[in-house]
């Protein structure tokens, strides 16, 4: 008996033993498990949180195109405080609501708490360096433990943090052709055409090729002529070397085997994908760059007659250095005439002084040339600055006129030379030209007007859009342009043109079959939460004119690719432009990015895109921790 | 008395048999249950944040003097190892590899990286992802992880005994994101 009592109560010690071992495991297991879901769910909520703090500031200082200090006015807190002590409506709200969506708020078991800051380095994420704006978000929640609890652990916790900043994101694209299958296209290939390459012409680029139509040759619009995408007649090659072609799906192109990728020259149909951020304007939201400021010095040039067209000529016999000012014609009684300006061989425009009276520190100047420009022959210098061509007349009515005619032989360049034909990146901060009328509006959502001298006022409303053709072709292979665009970094830019580096050429976003808002989106249906009108999509928005194929003037330029045409930087059109690259005896080689909304290639052009060597850029939220 | 309690004694043995093995196998097997849950948990885990580290230091942080160099395959593959805690770097295998979108789904970019086991990338001084597949807002990021997870419970296996090894269970997870800076 003694003995059997003995060993009664064994049975219970090893029951328990074996269940506070198995608790124990299982605790590892459920409370673990259950707490690395938390953590998961405490992730989300922080990601959202952190990103949705800064796109609010983001979206409140006007969008990629705001400048250094503007993040000044927004919420600012470098050290954390909880959602429970925020204030409603800026950033910081913002993010507590958004993990509040997520299911966590500052009460009972959970924790959010909120950070933000304006030009300085976020603390948990030093190695971004000083952002514009930067927001950590600290998610945590403590648990209630089951089976670790036998093990004397009743809480646990879980929390996690993610911090967001304004930075800089390059683009990765060689050649953006932005028309979708609705939008004009190209004069040849047609509606929703995006390239179109005849007689033999190729594009070899240093970066992708993204193509954003779906047009894919079934009928678009319906009951026409079958567009694609892509589409080639004779012998025709596009080669991305360390990119790929990418089409949006449902886009094709007419010979899919004539696209090649890689060093070594691999053929590989262009790759399908789905809409994104690759499609878009890969400028937007930075709105325009601002015209000059009011004050110029008003250049008057008394017009004379030049066989059968009546210009204004700059002439270098007069004064060979030109200096910044407002540059208009005026006839024997000093009113303006909105002719043209011709420009003699021999002429630098020089950054300082101004009119006949420049001089050429190699600063940066402003120009507005109003009716026009003739470059006919011989070498014309610029010096860095911001070139505003505002508006030509039309040729006829309806038919618009030449805004910048570069005619064969005509050479342009600027003060970085190439060395042994190879472009060199600028030092100086380079050049932008703007093709534009005289109701230009830039600077942050547009705000900044073109200030209109007096007494071009009664001709500015003649003045309309009008074609850019650099007829630089010459023969002998003597011509030449070498242009640089923008460069922030030399120092001498003017503020609220930083965020354009390196743009060479912009075309006004207003001069466009697509509606644009001030600050660069898409009328509709793009990230600026412009809604669309009822009907409209991102592929069908709104058009400026009556329809997709009336072209509000002409957005359109034409670049002569021979011989030697070097622009460095990026030449940029509005979705719904189209630029015509002509061919001849050799190729346009340059590190250069194209954005536009369609390209023609003509006449065998062989067009190279290097690598950009300095890629444009623009302001993305984005999370860095 | 003697003999009443000669048969309760065979008794106890025979309640042991009929309650206690099984007793013992589902002790087993909760506890082996409870040991693959967690392995797969914390793989899961290490993959995500091995995941999370390659897509907040991608293309656009390398162009910042204050974020080179370029993350790299080793420094993944340690992000990894410090956070799968228990599990052995020479036994997880983890496959990296970046993505691009396509109309078809994502595809790889590139040869995948291979680490058979983890171990053998740690160190490595190459850049992931690679400069072809490191487009952020465009190119993702995917981590798999495979760990073997041994169960005793296979020893309770018809036929196991002299011979046979335990069963092998290979726990796999991933995670897939885009990268963003």
């Known amino acids: 008996m003694r003995h059997g009592q003995r060993r009664r109560g064994q049975v219970i010690v090893m029951v328990t033993l074996a269940l506070i071992m198995m608790c124990g495991v299982l605790g590892l297991a459920v409370d673990l498990g259950w707490g690395y879901y938390v953590e998961k769910t405490t992730q989300a909520a922080a990601d959202a949180a952190a990103i949705a703090a800064v796109s609010k500031a983001f979206t409140a200082v006007g969008g990629a195109g705001a400048t250094p200090g503007a993040y000044s006015t927004q919420d600012s807190a470098p050290t954390p405080v909880p959602c429970s002590s925020v204030g409603a409506g800026g950033a910081l709200a913002e993010g507590c609501l958004y993990a509040q969506r997520n299911g966590f708020t500052d009460t009972g078991r959970q924790t959010v708490t909120m950070a933000a800051n304006a030009d300085s380095v976020p603390p948990t994420a030093t190695r971004v360096g000083s952002v514009m704006y930067w927001a950590t978000a600290r998610v945590a929640e403590r648990i209630p433990q089951l089976f670790s609890a036998v093990l004397g652990n009743t809480m646990g916790g879980a929390g996690s943090r993610a911090t967001a900043a304004v930075i800089w994101s390059e683009a990765p694209g060689s050649l953006y052709a932005l028309d979708r299958q609705f939008d004009y296209g190209t004069p040849s290939g047609g509606i929703g055409n995006d390239l179109f390459i005849q007689g033999g012409g190729s594009v070899r680029s240093g970066g992708d090729v993204y193509l954003a139509s779906t047009a894919g040759g079934t009928g678009n619009p319906p009951g026409q002529k079958d567009y694609y995408a892509s589409e080639g007649l004779g012998g025709w090659e596009v080669w991305s070397e360390t990119g790929a072609t990418y089409i949006r799906t449902g886009g094709w192109s007419t010979a899919p085997q004539d696209f090649y990728v890689g060093p070594d020259k691999v053929q590989q149909n262009p790759s399908h994908q789905p809409e994104g951020d690759q499609f878009l304007d890969p400028l937007r939201g930075k709105g325009q760059p601002p015209p000059p400021p009011a004050g110029l010095a008003d250049c008057a040039i008394v017009e004379t007659r030049l066989g059968s067209e009546t210009v204004g000529v700059i002439s270098a016999a007069v004064s060979p250095v030109w200096g910044p000012g407002n540059y208009y014609t005026v006839d024997a009684a000093g009113n303006a005439t909105g002719n043209r300006l011709l420009v003699q061989e021999g002429v630098t425009f020089g950054s300082g002084g101004s009119c006949s009276s420049g001089s050429a520190p190699r600063t940066f100047g402003n120009y507005v040339f109003f009716g026009g420009m003739i470059l006919p022959n011989g070498m014309v210098t610029f010096d860095p600055g911001r070139y505003v061509f505002a508006g030509v007349r039309e040729t006829t009515r309806g038919n618009p006129g030449i805004l910048l005619d570069g005619r064969t032989q005509a050479y342009m360049q600027d003060r970085t030379p190439p060395i042994s034909g190879q472009v060199q990146p600028n030092t100086d901060a380079g050049e932008i030209f703007i093709f534009t009328d005289p109701n230009y509006r830039g600077g942050p959502m547009s705000e900044t007007r073109l200030t209109i001298p007096g007494p071009v006022q009664a001709v500015a409303s003649q003045l309309k859009y009008g074609v850019v053709d650099l007829q630089a072709g010459g023969a002998g292979g003597k011509s030449d342009i070498n242009l640089h665009g923008l460069y922030a970094k030399s120092g001498a830019l003017p503020q609220g043109l930083e965020g354009f580096d390196p743009v060479v050429f912009w075309q006004d976003q207003r001069n466009s079959t697509v509606r644009y808002t001030p600050d660069g989106y898409y009328g509709c249906g793009q990230v600026s939460g412009a809604a669309c009108a009822s009907g409209r999509t991102i592929d069908q928005p709104d058009w400026t004119g009556s329809s997709a194929t009336d072209t509000n003037g002409s957005p359109e330029m034409n670049l002569q690719a021979t011989p030697s045409n070097r622009l460095f930087g990026v030449v940029y059109q509005p979705r719904g432009a189209w630029v015509i690259l002509h061919g001849g005896q050799t190729q346009m080689s340059s590190p250069l990015q194209l954005i536009s909304g369609a390209y023609e290639i003509r006449g065998g052009a062989s067009v190279l895109l290097q690598p950009a060597l300095r890629p444009m850029t623009r302001q993305v939220v984005a999370l860095v921790e | ?181």
């Open chain 2, 1 to 181: 008395m003697a003999n009443h309690r000669q048969g309760r004694s065979g008794q106890a043995i025979l309640e042991f048999t009929l309650v206690g093995i099984p007793m013992i196998f589902v002790l087993v097997s909760v506890v082996e249950m409870a040991r693959g849950m967690w392995v797969y948990n914390t793989l899961a885990h290490a993959v995500k944040e091995g995941t999370r580290l390659a897509i907040v230091n991608g293309a656009n942080c390398a162009k910042l003097p204050t974020c080179l160099p370029t993350i790299t395959v080793g420094e993944v593959a340690e992000r990894i190892r410090w956070t799968g805690v228990g599990l052995s770097p020479d036994e997880l295998e983890v496959t990296l590899v970046a993505l691009r979108p396509s109309a078809a789904g994502p595809v790889p970019v590139g040869t995948p990286v291979n680490c058979n086991p983890l171990r053998t990338c740690l160190g490595r001084a190459d850049m992931f992802p690679p400069a072809d597949g490191n487009r952020p807002k465009v190119h993702s990021v995917s981590i798999q992880g495979v760990y073997p997870f041994r169960s005793a419970i296979a020893m309770f296996w018809p036929g196991a005994g002299r011979g046979m090894t335990f069963g092998t269970f290979r726990l796999p997870a991933s995670s897939v994101e885009v990268i963003q800076f």
